[in-house]
């Protein structure tokens, strides 16, 4: 009897030991960027994204780590990019992304900034968002690549991320520049609005002066429109309190600036983009936070 109990004991205990080694049958697993149904499990497909993992490359031996978004994500505008790469995919503390649709066109670009010194050749952090505008779902690709200043080939190197990007739901907005044709004496501060469409936001008064930084398109100066703001201005705060819009710029404003009339011109455009909107009556230009001798002619 005793035997037979014995025996019993062994094979709970043979049964137990293989389950517990098999582990849980019923479950999601991530296999290469997708959610795998293993056995029957009774939980819905996770929505966390599935990172289609790096089998092939040691931590050692990558350049760069992208934190989100995932491999066949389904995002919105903006894209929150987050990640970390060594110092030598930088140059100068930056690197560009593009996104582009299935058959390569340009959908958006950007810089992604180095948080922490860049000289190293340890992973250095990035983190910055991507606005996009597409009229419906579309495939894409988010290409971060290794900034090549010396333009050779054989040092080029990229990540490639597959996406689905959402359709962006946009707004209209006005962006002011001089025009050579509507006044052909150049009234310095007339000047003349065109359309841009944007991603509907609610920081609407940054998204038309962001659109009136990016200066005209090539159909604009076909047209006669010209901008007088130096390429590569950043806006660094807006703030829009009881009808006052004050708008803080980086140096890159005033760079070699001169002559009364461009001054004139860049206080016109900033102005008049800012005050198309109800909320805004007055504007305050500043550069590192300093109102007072800036634009000087």
Not at 15 to 20: E, P, S, Y
Not at 92 to 118: H, K, M, R, Y
Not at 170 to 197: A, M, Y
Request: include cysteine; glycine fraction near 6%.
């Amino acid at each position: 009897m005793r035997k037979i109990i014995l025996a019993g004991v062994v094979i709970l205990l043979v049964i137990a030991g293989l389950i517990i080694a098999r582990g849980n049958e019923d479950t999601w697993l991530c296999v290469d960027g997708q959610w795998l149904k293993h056995g029957n499990p009774t939980a819905p497909q996770p929505n966390t994204p599935c990172a289609k993992a790096n089998t092939t490359t040691p931590l050692e031996n990558q350049e760069i780590i992208v934190e989100t978004p995932q491999a066949n994500q389904t995002v919105s505008s903006p894209i929150e990019i987050k990640g970390q790469a060594r110092g030598n995919w930088y140059f100068e503390a930056s690197f560009p992304i593009q996104l582009v649709d299935e058959n390569g066109q340009e959908i958006a670009t950007a810089i992604a900034q180095a948080q922490s010194d860049w000289m190293t050749t340890s992973f250095v952090p990035f983190e910055l968002n991507l606005d996009f505008n597409v009229p419906t779902l579309t495939p894409a690709i988010l290409i971060l690549k290794k900034d090549n200043p010396s333009g050779l080939p054989e040092y080029d190197k990229q990540i490639e991320i597959p996406l689905q990007l959402t359709k962006t739901e946009t707004t209209i907005v006005k962006v002011f520049f001089n025009n050579s044709q509507l006044d052909p004496e150049v009234s310095c501060n007339k000047v003349f609005g065109v359309e841009r469409t944007v991603p509907k936001t609610p920081a609407v008064a940054q998204a038309a002066l962001t659109e009136l930084l990016k200066g005209t398109t090539e159909q604009e100066k076909t047209e006669g429109f010209f901008t007088s703001i130096n390429p590569g201005v950043k806006i660094q705060k807006i703030t829009i309190e009881n009808g006052v819009a004050k708008v803080d710029f980086d140096q890159q404003l005033e760079y070699a600036i001169g002559g009364s009339c461009r001054v004139a011109a860049i206080r016109a455009q900033i102005t008049e983009t800012l005050k198309q909107f109800p909320s805004v009556q007055v504007v305050i230009i500043a550069i590192d936070g300093r109102t007072e001798d800036i634009l000087q002619p």
